[in-house]
Every structure is written in structure tokens, then in C-alpha cells.
């Protein structure tokens, strides 16, 4: 008996490509353990809710299927019925950068359980983040954070990106400017500690734009998203 389709997410897509991507042996096998150990970890992501999910939800078969059908699909250069977009999407994304993948897919193992600490919210978060819902989370989380703790110091009257003054603009610009958090998603683990120096303050259109922008941004190159750099 196979399971009933429910559609794969980013993260779990990364998980995925990660094992296939950076794996030289690709005969995966019914009992293969690297099998085994990912059904596992698909099963313990929150990112999809237990009323949405059967008793065959990631089982062994249903992901060696999926992982397979899609490499076979790579082969013959055309895509598969029974694969969704994300996979191709997110192979167009990492293909050429696979340590990348795996830096990212280690993040998204080693916060895994911070879901449990952290209240999760769901995929939507993952809005221009190609490392997937948990890692977004976290990543906007870490921000929020900094920003509430940021409260009645003083803080910058414009974007440091595009310079954008915002009561030039705004009867109303309270809280216009927001913090963005330039370390990597793919460099977050347990216990990390962030810094004044590790955020910046930004406007909403260019904050939008850094959580799209690949490589991630330092502050020394932040005015590369500006088309008059």
C-alpha cells in the first residue's frame, strides 16, 4: 500500500536533494539506512500538521519512490507527473552549489527541535526564502527578537541600503525600519548568540529583496541589490 500524495515542502524537498545530490551511491535500495534515516527526519519536521498526514505519511517507500522517480526523471530530461515543482525547482536552485545544499539541509537538522521551543508557525513563512519554513521561521523569529529588545534605543531615521526616510514620505512612520539579521540561514545552530553588529536597520522593500538575494548579503555588499550600485 503506498501513501495518499500530500505535497512536499521546501525543507523536506532539501532534505531530499541532499542525500541524492551529494550521494555517490544513488542505487537506493528498500532497507537502504540513508532511506531509512530521511523518512525518519521528513516524519519529525512541523512543518506539515498531524491532522493532514496518514499512517503511511514519508514512509520508506513513498520517499525512496519520490527520490528516484525524480533522479530518473533528471536522466531522461523530462519532468515527472508524480514529482512536484519544488523539486525541480529547488534543483535549479542548488545543482551548481550542492555544498550549499548541505550546509543548509545540516541547519535545518540541527534546528530541527527548536520548533518545539520556538512556537512554528507554517510554510507560508518561506516567502522568498529558498531554504525552506523552519529556517525562514527561525531566521524571522531571531529578528523579531532583536527588534523587541532594540525598544526605545535609537535607531536610524533612514534605510542603510537605499536611504529612504520614511516621514519624507509618511504622515505615520513609527517602527517603519526593520531589522535584518545578516548572518546565514544555513549557519544557524543551537545556542547562537547575535550581536548589535549582526543585524541592520533597513526598509521594508529592501528587507523583501535581502531575504531573496543569494548569496546572503554581508553589510560590506548590501548595496548590491540597488540597480545604481
Not at 539506512?33 to 493532514?52: A, D, G, Q, V, Y
Not at 531566521?139 to 519624507?168: D, M, P, Q, T, V
Request: charge should be positive; hydrophobic fraction near 35%.
Amino acid at each position: 500500500m503506498t501513501e495518499i500524495r500530500t505535497k512536499w515542502t521546501r525543507d523536506e524537498v532539501i532534505l531530499a536533494l541532499d542525500l541524492l545530490l551529494n550521494s555517490e551511491d544513488k542505487n537506493f535500495s528498500m532497507n537502504d539506512e540513508r532511506i531509512i534515516e530521511l523518512s525518519e527526519l521528513l516524519s519529525k519536521l512541523p512543518i506539515i500538521p498531524l491532522k493532514n498526514r496518514n499512517k503511511y505519511f514519508r514512509n520508506t517507500a513513498g520517499v525512496r519512490r519520490q527520490i528516484l522517480t525524480f533522479y530518473y526523471s533528471l536522466k531522461k530530461k523530462q519532468k515527472a507527473s508524480h514529482v512536484g515543482i519544488e523539486f525541480y525547482n529547488a534543483y535549479i536552485d542548488y545543482k551548481k552549489d550542492k555544498m550549499n545544499l548541505n550546509k543548509t539541509a545540516d541547519a535545518i537538522k540541527r534546528c530541527m527541535h527548536l520548533a518545539d521551543e520556538i512556537k512554528f508557525a507554517d510554510k507560508s513563512e518561506m516567502e522568498g526564502f529558498r531554504e525552506g519554513a523552519l529556517l525562514a521561521h527561525l531566521h524571522r523569529y531571531f529578528e523579531r527578537s532583536h527588534s523587541r529588545h532594540s525598544k526605545g534605543k535609537k535607531s536610524g531615521s533612514c534605510c542603510s541600503i537605499c536611504g529612504l526616510k520614511a516621514e519624507h514620505i509618511y504622515t505615520l512612520c513609527d517602527g517603519f525600519l526593520q531589522f535584518h539579521l545578516l548572518i546565514p540561514p544555513e549557519e544557524y545552530r543551537e545556542g547562537m548568540v547575535f550581536t548589535g553588529s549582526d543585524f541592520m536597520e533597513v526598509c521594508p522593500n529592501c528587507h523583501r529583496v535581502l531575504h531573496q538575494k543569494r548569496p546572503w548579503v554581508t553589510r560590506d555588499n548590501a548595496f548590491s541589490i540597488l540597480k545604481t550600485y
